[in-house]
């Protein structure tokens, strides 16, 4: 079955350290999205990405990094230099940057310690 | 700039019970407009979408209707079931043009039902 693998579904990170977080799809999607949620607050975007090394920040990118090196595979990280990064974190994708329906993974909720 | 505002949770309802999630929409243009469903412990699934004004988006018997005049996209569904509870969200996008955010979500409206 085709969909979005987000790993792992809990993380947690200690003080000053940089965490990796994962998103694999199998749908041949040109386009994959970073979203934050925080209770209240709704989603964020945090870096999108519309093809292969390519990529561009979202609304809320200090702090956070990313890669697409390949067109199945966008991982975040959560650097050190993100103060508050406690939040569960939401990979999407999309056939492509102009099309709207996005399809989302099941999330990784970060803590830290 | 563009947002969307929904009205705050959370919503507790009767098995059976009619529904409505208020949503409205600030923005510059014409956008498209969605309400995706979180169920628990998951990520967001698209329930509906509609495209242009007066459009209706349909699905698992919810409904909303796209008005321009009054920019609004309530969420409806005649009768609730346990299975719907979740937290439902507002969203727009536009296509192109748009540097940095694919959609804007409203904060989510959380929807318990009981039976």
């Known amino acids: 079955d085709g969909g979005i693998t987000q790993s792992p579904k809990y993380l947690f990170r200690k003080e000053g350290q940089n965490v990796t977080l994962s998103c694999e799809q199998n749908l041949n999607h040109d386009a994959m999205y970073w979203y934050r949620q925080d209770p209240g607050q709704g989603l964020r975007l945090i870096y999108y990405?519309?093809?292969?090394?390519?990529?561009q920040k979202g609304d809320i990118a200090e702090g956070y990094s990313v890669s697409r090196e390949k067109k199945e595979s966008f991982p975040l990280t959560v650097t050190s230099a993100q103060k508050n990064p406690t939040a569960f974190y939401l990979c999407?994708?999309?056939?492509?940057?102009?099309?709207?329906?996005?399809?989302f993974g099941s999330g990784t909720q970060l803590s830290v310690l | 700039g563009d947002s969307v505002t929904q009205m705050e949770g959370p919503v507790t309802l009767s098995e059976e019970a009619f529904l409505t999630i208020n949503c409205t929409y600030t923005?510059?243009?014409?956008?498209?407009l969605f309400w995706y469903v979180q169920y628990p412990g998951e990520g967001l699934q698209l329930l509906l979408k509609a495209t242009k004004a007066d459009d209706k988006g349909s699905n698992k018997g919810f409904e909303a209707t796209y008005r321009k005049e009054t920019t609004s996209f309530h969420l409806e569904k005649g009768s609730v079931q346990v299975s719907d509870s979740a937290v439902y969200f507002c969203?727009?996008?536009?296509?192109?043009?748009?540097?940095?955010?694919?959609?804007?979500f409203g904060k989510g409206t959380t929807l318990s039902v009981s039976s």
């Open positions: 923005a510059t243009g014409y956008p498209s």
């Open positions: 990405s519309q093809i292969v090394n390519d990529f």
């Open positions: 999407a994708s999309s056939v492509d940057r102009g099309e709207e329906k996005l399809f």
């Open positions: 969203a727009l996008s536009f296509l192109a043009n748009q540097a940095g955010t694919a959609l804007i």
